[in-house]
């Protein structure tokens, strides 16, 4: 067996020495080094092409630009601001609003702290979005601009979230806004939808200052504005065209803040420090389930838990509507493993119901078994207003309901008001021929109500002149006393006077 074996070896080492030498495999074309150093000859016998290495020391190769795209460096970034340095991408603008918005928010230390500290738990995630879609990292720094880093802010014009979304726009990129949830506060919807914003205006206009005074000031604006400009055979871009003062501030703060990351020393600021690594990851839910209990089964602190959950606006996650919520890297896992060990009646003590028929707060109350203040207080009801039928109200939920919210009410659950019809006692006198159906005709009430009013039968007829006691809607009594005094005139054909008003209001 021995044996065996060294003669395959010897065999092979033969087959394999005949392979290198002449005779053996031709080298490609693009093998052929033809530099000056390199030699190359023809064997005699094979006609075999015949390498010889050049003569001297090994040389540097040139360093070569791939594409559009270059090496990344072997080193991560120490931290997260490193990073957005490294993917500047947009030109520098470098005007006297520039400078001034530097020394705004260089003098505000305890502003531009907070504000920095605020957007520690988001920055990670706009970033890798923004790397993802090949954009520049200045973007990640316009929720400083717009927001504060605050989701939960709102501006006069009703923007809303870290990104402003106005309530149409937020419609036109899919943004859910309901009774449940506002997803223009959501961290991950509402960063899409920024992102599929201005992706779309740098398409439109081809230049990012462009497109930022865009997503503030609007598309069709720019675009007349620009229209305008070259019908005067005036210059287009961006500084030259004229435009409201806080467009016109809009990208020299954005500036103002990429100026600020990328030399804070510069400035006297300091930067908290933003680890290069996902603060939160997002975490399936199957259930409805309370926002406090799942804050708690997160070892999570709940305003923290509402911090990466704005969106969601009432004390319910609706597992329909909301399938995932956000938690802190860490947190995650223990969620999971506290929500599966948890042995508790039931993960929602809220629900949602449907109104029946238009009814007052009141009446609502006492249907779903709640206290009237609480039910307001829960569903944002004024005084003085009706549930109109079809709304949908959050309500308590009774220990025997396991059914969860339905895909359809978790994302169109609306609440419609209108005010409550304020009565005012009108006494009218009857004309002649007058009766209760005429009269009930007349101003819009029933039969009935005119008959129990005065205590007489529906049936009943009146005298001319006799008075009748009528409950009518502040506004449209004295709509019926206009047009009602307007008739009498026209019947009698005389010039109005105190005299010829019919009924009068008490």
């Known amino acids: ?271 908290p420090n933003v680890a290069n690594h996902p603060y939160f990851q997002s975490v399936e839910i199957d259930r409805d389930i309370d926002v406090a209990l799942a804050a708690e089964l997160a070892e999570v602190p709940l305003d923290d838990f509402k911090a990466l959950n704005p969106s969601v606006n009432k004390p319910v996650l609706l597992a329909s509507g909301t399938s995932q919520i956000l938690l802190p890297w860490d947190n995650a896992e223990r969620f999971q493993a506290n929500l599966e060990a948890y042995s508790g009646a039931q993960l929602a003590n809220w629900t949602a119901w449907i109104a029946p028929a238009t009814l007052s707060t009141a009446d609502a109350a006492k249907r779903v078994g709640m206290v009237e203040s609480e039910l307001r207080a829960m569903n944002n009801i004024p005084p003085h207003m009706l549930i109109k039928a079809g709304s949908t109200l959050l309500v308590r939920r009774s220990a025997g309901l396991n059914v969860d919210v339905s895909e359809h009410i978790a994302d169109n659950g609306q609440l419609s008001l209108s005010p409550e019809v304020v009565l005012r006692k009108t006494n009218v006198k009857a004309g002649r021929k007058d009766n209760v159906a005429s009269l009930a005709k007349r101003f819009a009430v029933s039969t009935q109500s005119i008959a129990q009013w005065n205590k007489i039968s529906p049936s009943a007829s009146f005298k001319q002149g006799q008075q009748v006691v009528l409950y009518l809607p502040a506004k449209a009594g004295v709509t019926q006393k206009v047009s009602t005094k307007s008739r009498a005139m026209a019947n009698r054909k005389i010039a109005p006077s105190k005299k010829s008003t019919r009924f009068a209001q008490k």
């Open 1 to 271: 067996m021995k044996n065996l074996l060294r003669l395959g070896v010897l065999v092979a080492t033969v087959w394999l020495a005949g392979c290198a030498g002449p005779g053996g495999i031709k080298p490609s074309a693009e093998a052929i080094d033809t530099t000056p150093d390199a030699q190359a000859s023809i064997h005699p016998t094979s006609g075999a092409t015949l390498l010889h290495y050049p003569a001297g020391g090994l040389k540097p190769l040139s360093s070569t630009q791939l594409g559009s795209k270059y090496v990344h460096a072997l080193v991560p970034p120490v931290d997260l601001w490193e990073r957005i340095r490294r993917g500047f991408a947009m030109t520098d603008l470098d005007t006297d609003l520039v400078r001034e918005r530097e020394l705004w928010y260089s003098s505000r230390p305890d502003y531009v702290t907070r504000m920095t500290e605020r957007g520690n738990k988001y920055l990670f995630y706009i970033v890798e979005e923004l790397e993802r879609r090949n954009m520049p990292s200045e973007l990640a720094l316009l929720p400083f601009i717009e927001s504060a880093f605050n989701p939960q802010a709102v501006s006069s014009a009703k923007a809303a979230g870290m990104w402003q979304f106005m309530p149409a726009t937020g419609k036109q990129f899919e943004l859910k806004q309901n009774l449940f949830r506002d997803d223009r506060r959501d961290v991950v919807e509402s960063t899409r939808a920024a992102l599929d914003y201005m992706q779309k205006l740098y398409g439109m206009f081809g230049d990012w200052h462009l497109a930022l005074a865009a997503y503030n000031w609007g598309e069709g604006s720019v675009k007349r504005a620009m229209e305008k400009a070259a019908k005067a055979g005036k210059s287009t871009a961006y500084p030259d065209l004229p435009m409201p003062m806080e467009t016109r501030m809009y990208v020299p703060k954005l500036q103002a803040v990429k100026n600020m990351v990328a030399n804070p020393e510069a400035f006297r600021v300091s930067l």
